[in-house]
């Protein structure tokens, strides 16, 4: 319950865009304060093995490791740089016109009694990454099912593998890596699918596939899975989807489908696949709660907007990473070093902005090839679940919807209970409301606003702040 | 007058709804407008509350004690009104356990329940032991505890839709995103209004409009002294009902009664049927400035722990916020405005709105249709009653076009979510500036020519 | 190609881990050894569990999105409920039970 701590630049986030924020802050002179959830740096791009279980050769796991790992190390070492491990910024009190007061409790995550501590930054550089988006479909909701992520997670974070024989579908560039990592965890990948098709990844990535582009990392880095494709004898369709989960306590068996160019399952084309787990990523969606309490301004694709210096339209508060849209690492980085000079005061290093101009291309194309097309509707029937936590199915949004009437998500949540359970619609929100999209809806993007951005025991509430004489 | 009036109900709330239920089942043209999405505003920010716990003796109570009868009567109507699948209110006549726990408050405690007593509230004093066996789980730092058996609750939001749909079936209009810009006037009558949608006439518009009705009146051309007062709420993740009650430290009447702008904070606790708890509940004067901050939060759990100790090890989830009413005489505003024939008013419920909305309606409903057999009570509400001359001289304070949403959620376009698109803006352009509200769309109102003047009402420059 | 046969074992890692250490909890009541450093989720699923929880209307839930946004992979850890079992690395001597009871 102390006063809160001035902070000259305070980042939130410890993944890549945090990590060069904190980096290029420190570099331009200024005391950097590093706020990260988790017990280490590296977000979940670079989510590895705990300190306990040392390995010889985790780089096989990684891009960047190396980068990565004397990053980590200067900045853990560097006097000047705290970097708070376990601080979970639970809430933010926005002020107008400059950063707002960020509110953390440190210790365990979902612990008891951990540790307020308040930080008034002169600069804040938000780097909150984003988290995957997996459209429902029937039997998303089995156990064995997971988002592509989690296989992520827990192979190079835990080297479990999320079943023996499992399929990987969604879209978008993530699905390689997934795959290459669950090789290497012990498990067999029955196949690849993007829901995307020819044309859509053609259009999409160009004429000038980016191998072509400047991003000579990237093609590398391509090339790397699609030698692991052949190497595993991975089968990689497109224009394909699981478009249903089967079994009682767990998924037994899959249906793929292949799909029109906007993502309707072409009738007579399901085939049934044996498998013991899926997982399953249609992209990312930026973790915007704290910039839009913060007051950021958003685009309309639900990204922050920011100008050239990584700046949002609220003064002295910066975005790097995915909170900008969704680009990947090396955007992620370049944004990162441009925020964190911007944050000291400095000019961004000319290597930064160029290499933000090439990856924002990178960026732009890979929003295109691999965006979401409304077909995905066609394959979720009324029982299928839409929102997890509170069990509530498409047929009854529907219904709902249709017996209100009501335009607004604040009332259509409050009648469905969509989006209303523990993870606060982090899972169903974009789903729900584009489920929900046909009534017209006037505050579109409001699953995204979260007030309270992780949730905290009542005893830790009340112990947060220093409550002030003007209350009574 | 006869029915087939037509009525235009600002407001798509549970005053609003309420009201358009009761005059399109007498047979009235009802249209109920809103510039947002129905139940978005007031009526999605609170708990439900449908109490009597609260009112000291007076014609608040009054008024409640018809609002609870007409709860149990609506009920059993919208069974036939409601389509099938409807989800269901989730009304409880759960009680309300009222508990001190310093001398003091007990004493005014147990004082205010005698007062009630006195005018036929069932306020049953209740030792120790008894709290206990009502609430296992209460502090035991108690000093007196007061069970009121009567307090009610029901989900807010879906009530509201209920009678919005309640209203439909008897051949209600409900149009979501329509603004009123300015009034229709024909010989010093008020003959409908302007709105976003076009010119839309009615024989009688009714202003329901929550903490927002001033800035409506404002457009009609008078002054409403409803003003916002900010209150916050906190939910719990789901757990096993602990509390059985609605349970309320003392200091939570004495907070609604007040005037002061400064955050008052007393502890409302109760369970849902979701299985959620909801903490409320703070009270704040700051205009229409919708942020949430930890203070407010922290001040919130701290109550509660003063009464369910179990609490502190309990998950919150979420955390919520609105505006409630507030008028300085604290009773709602309801009647006809007699500075503007066919304006009519329903709103200023503080904080009671969602359990007084249906006796509210009952009221409208009479003064307008069936104005000799209107309860004198109705009296007591008028827009130009002796009482609301207390308050601030002057004009209504508030500007009339606040933003009532958060600045990042103002620079997004209304309509459905596109799809996301290719590269978004890029180096060299302008990060927009938060907080810039939209181009409201309209003309100024045309001023009326007011004969006589409410207190506190200055005549708008350049009138007439 | 056939599933590989018996589980993903530290000798056939190729990242070649060190020997780790173990972490001793219990789970359900019953006593349970995983490695040091692993969360509980991890310790749930290397002992073959995919589901530890009930949704609303009952269910299976278990692991979902891995990273902590999700909430689905609930349990109770020393007495203390709604701790994600993905987020949270066990320590010697934790008491894991399941969140069953959390439906409306």
């Not at chain 2, 009609?220 to 602990?242: F, I, N, Q």
Request: charged share 25%.
């Amino acid at each position: 319950m102390a006063e809160p701590h001035q902070v000259p630049v305070l980042v939130i986030g410890g993944g890549p865009a945090g990590m060069a924020a904190a980096r290029a802050a420190r570099r331009g002179g200024r005391r950097v304060v590093l706020v990260e959830a988790s017990d280490d740096l590296g977000g979940q791009y670079w989510r590895h093995l705990p300190a306990e279980r040392p390995a010889a050769r985790e780089d096989l796991l990684h891009h960047g490791w190396h980068w990565f790992r004397r990053m980590r190390d200067d900045l853990l070492r560097d006097p000047g740089c705290d970097v708070v491990l376990g601080g979970h910024v639970w809430s933010v009190d926005r002020r107008d016109g400059r950063p707002p007061l960020v509110h953390v409790l440190v210790g365990a995550p979902d612990g008891a009694g951990r540790l307020p501590r308040a930080y008034e930054p002169t600069a804040l550089v938000l780097a909150t990454g984003a988290h995957e988006r997996t459209l429902p479909f029937p039997g998303w909701d089995l156990p064995g099912v997971f988002t592509a992520g989690a296989a992520q997670a827990l192979a190079k974070g835990e080297r479990i593998a999320v079943g023996r024989r499992v399929l990987v579908a969604g879209s978008g560039p993530f699905l390689l890596p997934v795959a290459s990592s669950l090789v290497r965890t012990g498990a067999l990948v029955a196949g690849v699918l993007e829901a995307a098709g020819p044309g859509q990844l053609a259009r999409g990535w160009g004429s000038r596939p980016w191998r072509l582009l400047a991003a000579q990392a990237k093609a590398g880095e391509l090339a790397g899975y699609v030698r692991d494709l052949a190497a595993y004898r991975i089968p990689y369709r497109t224009a394909a989807a699981v478009v249903a989960a089967h079994g009682t306590d767990r998924v037994e068996a899959v249906t793929v489908a292949r799909l029109t160019p906007d993502w309707r399952p072409v009738p007579g084309s399901e085939r049934r696949i044996v498998v013991d787990a899926v997982c399953a990523g249609h992209g990312f969606v930026p973790r915007t709660e704290l910039a839009i309490a913060a007051g950021c301004a958003l685009r309309a694709d639900g990204s922050v907007r920011v100008d050239d210096g990584q700046r949002s339209s609220v003064p002295g508060v910066l975005i790097a990473g995915e909170l900008t849209g969704i680009g990947g690492v090396d955007l992620a980085v370049a944004e990162g070093l441009v925020a964190g000079s911007v944050a000291a005061g400095r000019t961004p290093p000319p290597a930064a902005v160029r290499g933000r101009a090439v990856f924002r291309e990178f960026a732009a194309r890979l929003a295109a090839a691999h965006a979401i097309r409304p077909g995905w509707q066609s394959w979720v029937d009324d029982r299928t679940v839409v929102c997890r936590c509170e069990d509530v199915t498409a047929g009854e949004l529907r219904s709902v919807a249709a017996l209100t009437g009501s335009r607004g998500l604040r009332s259509l949540k409050l009648t469905t209970r969509a989006a209303l359970g523990l993870c606060q619609g982090r899972t169903c929100g974009r789903s729900m409301e584009e489920i929900l999209g046909p009534a017209g809806l006037l505050d579109a993007g409001r699953t995204a606003h979260r007030p309270l951005a992780i949730p905290l025991r009542l005893g830790e509430l009340a112990a947060s702040t220093v409550v002030g004489e003007d209350v009574r | 007058m006869s029915a087939h009036l037509r009525v235009l109900v600002v407001g798509a709330g549970i005053v609003g709804a309420a009201v358009a239920r009761v005059l399109a089942r007498a047979g009235c043209d009802v249209v109920v407008v809103d510039r947002g999405a129905t139940a978005g505003g007031t009526s999605a920010s609170g708990e439900g509350n449908i109490l009597v716990s609260d009112k000291g003796p007076g014609p608040e109570l009054r008024l409640t004690r018809q609002t609870l009868a007409a709860w149990g009567r609506v009920r059993e109507e919208l069974r036939d009104e409601l389509p099938a699948g409807f989800p269901g209110l989730e009304f409880d006549r759960k009680g309300g356990l009222v508990v001190a726990t310093t001398p003091a408050g007990a004493d005014n405690l147990l004082t205010f329940a005698r007062t009630q007593r006195a005018a036929g509230v069932r306020a049953e004093t209740v030792d120790a032991v008894r709290a206990h066996e009502l609430e296992p789980d209460l502090t035991r730092d108690l000093t007196a505890a007061v069970f009121y058996p009567e307090d009610a609750q029901v989900q807010p939001v879906i009530a509201t839709e209920a009678l919005l749909a309640a209203a439909r079936r008897h051949g209600a209009r409900v149009r979501q995103r329509v603004e009123v810009t300015g009034p229709l006037l024909a010989g010093g009558r008020l003959t409908g209004v302007r709105s976003t949608a076009g010119d839309l006439p009615a024989d009688a518009v009714v202003v329901a409009a929550g903490p927002w009705s001033a800035g409506v009146a404002e457009r009609l051309g008078v002054t409403l002294p409803v003003r916002p007062r900010r209150g916050t709420v906190l939910v719990t993740s789901r757990m096993p009902a602990r509390v059985r009650h609605k349970v309320y430290d003392a200091d939570y009447v004495g907070s609604v009664g007040s005037g002061s702008a400064d955050l008052q904070v007393s502890s409302v606790v109760e369970s849902t049927a979701a299985g959620t708890v909801l903490i409320g509940s703070s009270r704040e004067r700051r205009g229409f400035d919708d942020r949430i901050e930890a203070r407010v939060l922290a001040a919130l759990a701290a109550k509660a722990l003063l009464l369910f100790p179990f609490l502190a090890d309990v998950q919150v989830m979420r955390a919520y916020g609105g505006f409630r009413p507030y008028v300085p005489d604290h009773l709602p505003i309801i009647g006809a405005d007699p500075r503007l024939p066919g304006l009519w008013h329903a709103t200023g419920h503080e904080g009671a709105g969602i359990g007084l909305s249906l006796a509210t309606a009952d009221l409208l409903h009479d003064l307008l249709l069936a104005p000799d057999s209107a309860d004198p009570l109705a009296a007591e509400f008028r827009p130009d009653r002796p009482g609301l001359a207390s308050g601030q001289p002057g004009r209504n304070e508030q500007p009339p076009d606040q933003p009532r949403t958060t600045p990042a959620s103002r620079d997004r376009p209304a309509p459905a979510r596109e799809r996301p698109g290719p590269a978004p803006e890029w180096p060299g352009t302008a990060p927009d500036r938060p907080g810039t509200a939209p181009e409201r769309p309209g003309t100024a109102p045309e001023r009326p020519g007011l004969e006589r003047e409410w207190p506190g009402h200055r005549p708008p420059e350049g009138a007439a | 190609m056939p599933p590989p046969d018996g589980p993903f074992r530290p000798a056939d890692d190729p990242i070649r881990p060190a020997p780790a250490g173990t972490v001793r909890i219990e789970v359900a009541g019953e006593p349970v050894q995983g490695v040091a450093g692993q969360t509980i989720a991890g310790i749930l699923l290397a002992g073959g569990r995919l589901a530890w929880r009930r949704s609303r209307t009952g269910r299976p839930r278990g692991v979902f999105c891995g990273i902590g946004v999700c909430f689905d992979c609930l349990v109770v850890v020393n007495g203390l409920r709604d701790v994600r079992a993905c987020q949270r690395r066990a320590a010697d001597g934790d008491r894991v039970e399941f969140q069953e009871d959390d439906r409306g």
